[in-house]
């Protein structure tokens, strides 16, 4: 998605964060970008939307929110809700107020919890929404699991067909878009003005003028739990130790543009191949390290939701495979199951893949011995045109 970046713990009252595709701070944090053209595009929310019911509830406070923007909300978070599986309703400030101009779509702010009971990884952050499913209690009672500030002076479409109109920015996708940074798919990430990468030293301070509605953590350089599933191109995992942290040798590595996920559930639904993160040479608090690779998913792939820039005229109401297994990866029940088909058929391991899909489909045989794609069946089409 273009255009839009995502923060992690606040509450303010006159965020100016960044100017557009200018450098932006993030903690937990993340800023989300206007590309501020149009481009046409089009994707449904997914068919659990209307036929699921989860017992897993999100729970919205809306401060400044009009009547069509409170409706458009809510049809993002019934989205997310009728994919997620989990016992603990999980609490959301929401506030709809000027950020300034500057092509700031959102910006949305996660709480954090590490080395909780039922944790996977021990010495990581975990955003409290995930937190409190794995270890089956409320941990941060009466503090939101994450704040999302949307941006009123934008051009907002708040129609839920996603048919958004020239020039305007779909209010809906936004929102699915921020409430996946608050589910977790957002890391830790910094380099600082003197050119030193870190995991873990991000303060407040970094996304002023914004504060949080919940404390600031000490961070004490511990990496997010994304973080943790994130892997250099020769497949060096950046928060294992591998780096110093802080250092400027972190730092080539968080603007080295050759940044991948390498959890398993990734892997199987982008084709045995590791999801691209964004990266770019220029650190940008708030877009880099916490979206996938703009260029990799452009607007029109299922993909294209969790990139850091929205275009307007575009709308795309799910979140998308790979999104979907970052969740899974880092420890959400993502439900429906969108994993891939796997299927023996006469010595070879046939994949169908993504399933379900709303407008292609890809499958490959593999030899059981070899594990390599027979000659050429890879193949891919379009279920509809565009
Ligand atoms: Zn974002």
Known sequence: MKNLITATLVLIIAINFCNAQSNCNRTFGVACYGSGYDEYSKTDAPESLFSETRGLTIGVTYQGFTAPAQTAFDFSKQIWESILNGTVPIKVNAYFLPIGAGGSLAITFPNGRKNFAGAIVNDVWY???????????????????????????VNWYFGTDGICPIGKYDFVSVALHEICHGLGLVGLSKVDSLGIGSLGTLTINDFSPAITSFPWPELDTFPGIFDHFLMTLDGTPIANGSFLNPSDTLADILTSN????????????????????????????????????????????????????????????????????????????VDPDFNSIQESISGYNFQIFPNPSADFISWNFKNNEEGEIVGDSAQSVPLFPR
């Open 258 to 333: 050759q940044i991948y996920w390498n959890g398993i559930n990734g892997l199987q639904y982008n084709s045995n191949l590791e999801p691209r993160i964004y990266s770019p040479a220029t650190f940008a608090l708030g877009s880099s390290m916490v979206h996938l690779n703009e260029a990799t998913y452009p607007t029109g792939n299922e993909n294209e939701l969790m990139t850091p820039f929205a275009n307007s005229h575009s709308s795309n109401h799910h979140p998308g495979p790979i999104a979907l297994a970052i969740l899974k990866d880092i420890g959400w029940d």
């Open 127 to 153: 955003p409290t929404s995930l937190a409190n499913q794995l270890s089956g209690t409320e941990l941060n009672t009466g503090e939101s699991d994450f704040d999302i500030f949307l941006n009123s002076s």
